[in-house]
């Protein structure tokens, strides 16, 4: 059994920060890619940010220069750092990841997601 945990999320004012953990664990053997990706109502999941477990990262063109991706290998955890906040980056935020388990390998595994609220 393998888990993608998120927290992190919460409420903050427009300008405020905050930070989003995503914990893997269970029967894994690695953890490849990592990715935060984000859902807001009747829209489909928008890719936000990539770290490849060398540590490259991509982000997408709305959060570049205000979020940050970094991940803790030893702990199979990755973080969003979300800096200067706005109203339009509210949404359910998603964590994702490419594993490999003891029994088999899981493409683009599923976190539960946490919701992030920025109030204007």
């Known amino acids: 059994q393998v888990q993608l945990v998120e927290s992190g999320g919460g409420l903050v004012q427009a300008g405020g920060s905050l930070r989003l953990s995503c914990a893997a664990s269970?029967?894994?053997?690695?953890?490849?890619?990592m990715r935060w990706f984000r859902q807001t109502p009747g829209q489909q999941r928008e890719l936000v940010a990539t770290i490849t477990s060398g540590g490259f990262t991509n982000y997408g063109d709305s959060v570049k220069g205000r979020f940050t991706i970094s991940r803790d290998n030893a702990k199979n955890t990755v973080y969003l750092e979300m800096n200067s906040l706005k109203p339009e980056d509210t949404a359910v935020y998603y964590c994702?990841?490419?594993?490999?388990?003891?029994?088999?390998?899981?493409?683009?595994?599923w976190g539960q997601g946490t919701q992030v609220t920025v109030s204007s």
């Open positions: 269970g029967s894994i053997v690695s953890v490849n890619t």
């Open positions: 994702n990841a490419d594993i490999l388990g003891r029994s088999r390998w899981l493409s683009g595994y």
